[in-house]
């Protein structure tokens, strides 16, 4: 059993900073990727950024140079620093870590959400 569990959204004005964490327990032996995904009322829900277990990173269009993805495999947590806000970010955003299962298959863990909120 994985459980993910998100924190650090809240309520920022324009220009703003928050940094959101999501931290994996339980039993997890392989981790393929892991990613932040976010979705707004009556939008796709979209990929926002992306990490391998190698570091390598993606990022949407939207944010590429303004957010940052980062993880700590010590605590099988993943970060994404969120700077210079802008309205349209405002979401809920989602976590993800893919893990390899059984050796032939992979299998997504997601987090609760949490809000993130831009606003003046």
């Known amino acids: 059993q994985v459980q993910l569990v998100e924190s650090g959204g809240g309520l920022v004005q324009p220009g703003g900073s928050l940094r959101l964490s999501c931290a994996a327990s339980g039993s997890i032996a392989s981790i393929n990727y892991m990613a932040w995904y976010r979705q707004a009322p009556g939008n796709q829900r979209e990929l926002v950024a992306r990490?391998?277990?190698?570091?390598?990173?993606v990022y949407a269009d939207s944010v590429k140079g303004r957010f940052t993805i980062s993880k700590d495999n010590a605590k099988n947590t993943v970060y994404l620093q969120m700077n210079s806000l802008k309205p349209e970010d405002t979401a809920v955003y989602y976590c993800l870590i893919q893990v390899i299962v059984n050796r032939v298959h992979v299998y997504d863990y997601w987090g609760q959400g949490t809000q993130v909120t831009v606003s003046s």
């Open positions: 990490i391998t277990s190698g570091g390598n990173t």
